[in-house]
């Protein structure tokens, strides 16, 4: 996608032109889409309180006077054990294989257990380690603290593991300290071309942004376990230029008959909610008139399958 804003401009970093790839990661619900999309200036990723909302690779761009870095935002580490669990902690590990730098993404409260003694903290840092690759922490949520001295000792716990070559307290909602952390990571990066066009921010196709768009305002409009077991696929994405209109049919996916009832709701009200906050995005992202048409359909047990994967448009 091609930007509408341009990114502000910061300090040239000295010698030629500096570019790199850098892993956004972490558990669960830290942020990390928050982050980029805060970084990049654009809204690349959909972000929702609810853990597990990124299930694939997202890639936002940000362009600075001699340098590009194209970061790469992951799905929340866990370690459960489903499908469409192992298939996201897949898409983490192959992010941190193709990257030259991870930031790992920690929220600015303490959990009461050491990093290495919490079951999903310990998975993470496995996972950097067997990637090899440099990584910089940053504490994200610090707009939560009453008293920011809770931070030191989160980050005297973390300095003492002896991985992380810089730590960074953030907020990515507030976009607070993210001058300190590009820095960090320009100053980490090598010299290298830019691997994408100055107007882009995002190599995402638009369907796949659209259908993202739509399970977020699924997300947002439903309680209990149905957010989990929603997917999104586009069916048709028809632009029309001489009516200024681009026309999308769109499939969301449950996994039982029940919440399909729930997600159309009395009289289809529920999902006429849906479709319109979809849309309204939707249009804010194309900048053009939008119909959208939504369809409700039930893949039973999709999440517990490579094969329900495939069905609802995840490749395991």
Known sequence: MSR???????????????????????????????????????????????????????????????????????????TRSWQLNRFMLGEARAALGEVDLAVLLVEARGRGSRPEEDDEDRLVLELLAEAGVPALLAINKIDTLADKGQLLPLMQAYASLGRFEELIPVSALREEGLEPLLAAIV????????????????????????AELVREAAMLRTEDEIPYCLAVQVDAFEEQPDRGLVRILAT?????????GILIGKGGRHLKEIGTAARRAIEQLLERKVFLGLTVKVAPDWSRTAGGLRKVGYEP
């Open 252 to 260: 969301v996916f449950v996994e039982r008959e029940s919440q399909k």
């Open 4 to 78: 509408r804003t341009r990114q502000p401009a910061g300090t040239a970093p000295a010698g030629g032109f500096r570019s790199g790839f850098v892993a956004l990661v972490g558990r669960p619900n830290v942020g990390k889409s928050t982050l980029l999309n805060a970084l990049v200036g654009e809204r690349v990723a959909i972000a929702t309180p609810r853990p597990q909302t990124t299930r694939t690779r997202i890639r936002g761009v940000v362009h600075r006077p001699g340098c590009q870095i194209v970061f790469v935002d992951t799905p929340g580490i866990h």
């Open 187 to 210: 100053a980490r990066l090598a010299e290298g071309p830019a691997y994408f066009p100055e107007e882009l921010y995002t190599d995402q196709p638009e369907r796949q942004m659209v």
